[in-house]
């Protein structure tokens, strides 16, 4: 396994990709300075940073976007390149193979959102333990969304494209109008975890997010799930 | 190793459609040690009927055996074959050496350090192994692919359209590499879709025409058995009447008919015949041949082989 996933880890760090993710990654530490340059004053870490930073930006835009950049390439370039038969060809289970590009994922994305909300965090002075359970929720995130769509990357080559339809129209705009996409919506467990571990940090989200314990139920089941149709997948499809 | 009365390959009523499109249609073989040609022309079901026996398909009907096991999703068996497919695409900024590394180990090759530099000195790639494989020509990829075929010593090796973008010196050693490792047991199924490529390799070979299976044996026998089969020709020439009555006296020749735009229609039973004796008869006669065509669709592509070859 990794031997796959070391081959992956390169695969995935493209420089064009990176260029992209890191600049996306950097984002919020970047608006957090622009607002203090222009001497709009210091933002601190409740409010307006919690409702426009952490939940527009990261988790409704960052989040998916650089998880999913990734996790579609995961598969999506093997089949692309058409070199799936390579992996799939050698005495190496589909558990293995499976595991080693959704981990290969993980490595990348995982520090960089984390960082990306974390070290915008520091700039407006949170204090250790709110970071701790900002990492913590966007771990649960990025890994959830990094599960459904390295089974996207294997489903459709169009995986990029609609991918970024279902986080824009779903976990972008439904997800904050309808109440109960919170469900359904791995932006709406994220929340609902950040809110469940601490209240009044978070407490912008309060009435819009789900309970804490749906929340931590659907992050396992979309996880557990989607992998598992991911090696469903990779078993009965015809490898070109 | 497999059991003296099993073949190493066996395929069994295997179909494969696709919507309404059958690209394989029941094909039955079985292949033992040695080196087996599958020859056809391009589209005619080969890389299809590969996939499902190299366990990258699965059937829509009938069934494939690799040493007595069902090759799809049994990756235990991968152990013991090696596959090269027709897609030449590499990693290409793994070098020349890595890539072959890479699937030693993938592969559970104990002393993968050895295993790798002899299967690139088979290749005779020694001397580029540790450049990037983006930067190779089309055929060292395809020779640094073979050597990631068989760094693990595989049992059986099953290959697409291997000599695909080399050159002919680069065929004389695949050649000589083939024999070498049939002469060590192995059992070797190569595609391709020029005869002469797999004539004087191939001990046996399989000819695949519309995804059937055509005819099956020695090079000759098939040649021999595709020129018993009967087909339409249509011929265009400067007096479709004059010609029409010298080949209706041929023996292979079943009918003759002018058609609608004063064209010969002609069903041989022996191709070969035909092709002799149709220009002999026109020259001995002063008849002008414009054009000399196979009618029947389906096996329009035999018809080229014979002609072609």
């Known amino acids: 396994m990794a031997e796959i996933f070391l081959l992956s880890l390169r695969q995935l760090l493209g420089r064009w990709r990176l260029i992209v993710i890191l600049l996306l990654a950097a984002l919020p530490s970047l608006l957090v300075l622009l607002i203090r340059a222009i001497g709009e004053g210091e933002m601190a870490f409740h409010g307006e940073f919690v409702g426009v930073v952490i939940d527009a930006m990261i988790t409704g835009g960052i989040m998916p976007i650089v998880t999913m950049t990734l996790a579609t390439a995961a598969f999506g370039n093997e089949l692309e390149d058409k070199t799936l038969y390579?992996?799939?060809?050698?005495?190496?289970?589909?558990?293995?193979?499976?595991?080693?590009?959704?981990?290969?994922?993980?490595?990348?994305?995982?520090?960089?959102?984390?960082?990306?909300?974390?070290?915008?965090?520091?700039?407006?002075?949170?204090?250790?333990?709110?970071?701790?359970?900002?990492a913590i929720a966007l771990a649960a995130g990025v890994t959830a969304y990094a599960s459904v769509f390295t089974l996207a990357g294997l489903l459709t080559p169009r995986?990029?494209?609609?991918g970024l339809v279902y986080v824009l129209v779903w976990e972008g705009l439904l997800s904050t109008i309808v109440s109960g996409i919170?469900?359904?919506?791995?932006?709406?467990?994220?929340?609902?975890?950040?809110?469940?571990?601490?209240?009044?940090?978070?407490?912008?989200?309060?009435?819009?997010?789900?309970?804490?314990?749906?929340?931590?139920?659907?992050?396992?089941?979309?996880?557990?799930?989607?992998?598992?149709?991911?090696?469903?997948?990779?078993?009965?499809?015809d490898v070109p | 190793m497999n059991s003296p009365n099993v073949p190493v390959i066996a395929v069994k009523g295997i179909s494969k459609w696709f919507g309404s499109v059958v690209a394989v249609n029941d094909v039955s073989l079985s292949i033992d040690p040695g080196i087996t040609g599958l020859l056809g022309p391009n589209g005619a079901g080969k890389t299809t009927l590969l996939k499902m026996i190299e366990g990258l398909a699965s059937p829509s009907d009938g069934t494939v055996t690799i040493f007595g096991q069902t090759p799809r999703n049994n990756p235990a068996l991968h152990r013991r074959i090696g596959v090269m497919s027709e897609h030449e695409a590499v990693y290409g900024f793994q070098t020349g050496r890595q890539f072959v590394e890479w699937s030693?180990?993938?592969?559970?090759?104990?002393?993968?350090?050895?295993?790798?530099?002899?299967?690139?000195?088979?290749?005779?790639?020694?001397?580029?192994?540790?450049?990037?494989?983006?930067?190779?020509?089309?055929?060292?990829?395809?020779?640094?692919?073979?050597?990631?075929?068989?760094?693990?010593?595989?049992?059986?090796?099953?290959?697409?359209?291997?000599?695909?973008?080399?050159d002919p010196r680069q065929r004389i050693e695949f050649h000589d590499l083939m024999r070498q490792l049939a002469d060590e047991g192995r059992t070797i199924l190569i595609s391709s879709h020029i005869?002469?490529?797999?004539?004087?390799?191939?001990?046996?070979?399989?000819?695949?025409?519309?995804?059937?299976?055509?005819?099956?044996?020695d090079y000759r026998a098939i040649r021999a058995k595709l020129d018993e089969q009967p087909y339409s020709v249509r011929i265009v020439?400067?007096?479709?009447?004059?010609?029409?009555?010298?080949?209706?006296?041929?023996?292979?020749?079943?009918?003759?008919?002018?058609?609608?735009?004063?064209?010969?229609?002609?069903?041989?039973?022996?191709?070969?015949?035909?092709?002799?004796?149709?220009?002999?008869?026109?020259?001995?006669?002063?008849?002008?041949?414009?054009?000399?065509?196979?009618?029947?669709?389906?096996?329009?592509?035999?018809?080229?082989?014979?002609v072609e070859s």
């Open chain 1, 86 to 134: 390579f992996l799939v060809l050698k005495p190496v289970s589909r558990v293995s193979i499976v595991l080693a590009k959704l981990l290969a994922v993980l490595v990348v994305a995982l520090p960089l959102v984390i960082a990306s909300g974390v070290v915008a965090s520091a700039l407006v002075n949170a204090e250790a333990q709110q970071m701790g359970i900002l």
């Open chain 1, 159 to 162: 995986a990029l494209a609609y």
């Open chain 1, 182 to 237: 919170g469900y359904l919506s791995v932006r709406g467990y994220t929340l609902a975890l950040l809110h469940g571990m601490d209240e009044s940090s978070f407490a912008v989200f309060e009435g819009r997010v789900i309970e804490f314990p749906a929340a931590i139920v659907g992050t396992v089941v979309v996880i557990a799930a989607f992998f598992l149709l991911a090696l469903y997948r990779l078993r009965t499809m």
């Open chain 2, 104 to 166: 030693a180990k993938l592969h559970g090759v104990a002393a993968t350090a050895e295993a790798t530099a002899l299967a690139i000195e088979r290749v005779g790639l020694a001397d580029a192994q540790n450049r990037p494989l983006g930067t190779y020509s089309r055929g060292m990829r395809q020779r640094m692919r073979l050597a990631a075929t068989i760094v693990h010593e595989p049992e059986a090796i099953i290959l697409d359209e291997p000599l695909n973008g080399t």
């Open chain 2, 195 to 217: 005869l002469e490529e797999v004539e004087t390799l191939a001990d046996r070979i399989l000819l695949m025409v519309s995804g059937k299976l055509a005819a099956s044996g």
């Open chain 2, 237 to 306: 020439t400067s007096d479709s009447r004059k010609i029409a009555a010298a080949l209706v006296e041929l023996d292979s020749i079943e009918s003759v008919s002018i058609g609608a735009e004063d064209d010969v229609i002609v069903l041989s039973k022996n191709v070969a015949v035909l092709q002799r004796s149709l220009p002999r008869i026109a020259k001995d006669r002063g008849i002008r041949l414009e054009r000399v065509e196979p009618l029947d669709e389906s096996l329009e592509s035999v018809f080229s082989y014979i």
